[in-house]
């Protein structure tokens, strides 16, 4: 390039000159890319240790772990044209596997009952009100936010198993899957960011914190600093040993 040309290149196209060559760049590129990558992997693992570790074994083994039950109780609509009302003075009783009573109530006048602190392994609810068929309702305590009951008139006991109904087992398998491939494209971010501080292979360095972008720590701050780590990254590409053309 002519002496002409060289004296037309702004103050900023100098400055970004000096970066590009600077180790300092490609260095901090590298931290920035590293510690974005650190966040993914500590996402990842709380969300891998937080599911197995409390909402798994809250619904597996008794280990304290309690949740309330709450919902309301109708009467059975007649022909539609009557019934459908909440259903005052009905006896709801929680029955735990060995057929001990580990909670009660009474409905209110709008139908509602609320049962406390219940541990959370496989019950049964019991709903029972003269002149009406008894409920027997199978659950887990705490995987149903509200337990709408309807009743009607006449004898016997008519049985509802509602823990099929459950998705939290699936909720935590799917969690822990995005949990481990948090961990993983995390772990590959740290990879891209050691790669880029030796300065040995600028596409693997590039491919390896694209990876890291996935790990999402802390929803955006992580893949930001790996942004900003790939751009210093990209501007520093020539003190790479392995340059692609």
Do not use: C
């Not at 290149?9 to 060559?21: G, I, N, Q, V, Y």
């Not at 009607?152 to 822990?176: A, Q």
């Not at 971010?189 to 360095?205: D, I, M, P, Q, W």
């Amino acid at each position: 390039m002519s002496d002409d040309g060289e004296s037309k290149r702004t103050r900023f196209e100098w400055w970004l000159e000096d970066l590009s060559t600077d180790p300092a760049t490609r260095v901090a590129g590298a931290v920035l890319i590293i510690f974005g990558s650190i966040l993914g992997v500590m996402t990842g693992s709380l969300h891998i240790t937080a599911d197995i570790g409390e909402v798994l074994s809250g619904q597996i083994d008794d280990s304290g772990v309690k949740a309330d039950v709450n919902g309301a109780v109708f009467s059975a609509l007649i022909d539609n044209s009557s019934g459908g009302d909440g259903m005052e003075d009905v006896t709801v009783v929680v029955y735990d596997d060995d057929g001990l009573e580990i909670g009660r109530d009474v409905t209110d006048s709008g139908g509602r009952f609320y049962i406390k602190d219940v541990p959370r392994k496989s019950s049964k609810i019991v709903v029972e009100h003269p002149d009406h068929i008894t409920k027997w309702i199978l659950l887990v305590p705490g995987d149903h936010t509200q337990i709408i009951i309807t009743l009607s008139e006449g004898e016997g006991v008519e049985e509802t198993d509602m823990r099929g109904e459950s998705f939290l087992s699936e909720s935590v398998l799917i969690t822990t899957i995005i949990g481990s491939v948090t961990l993983l494209t995390g772990i590959a971010g740290l990879l891209g960011g050691v790669e880029a501080y030796n300065g040995k292979s600028h596409f693997r360095t590039q491919f390896l914190a694209y990876l890291g972008l996935w790990s999402q720590g802390l929803m955006f701050i992580g893949p930001l600093f790996i942004l900003m780590g790939m751009g210093l990254s990209y501007l520093s590409r020539k003190q790479f040993g392995l340059l692609e053309a």
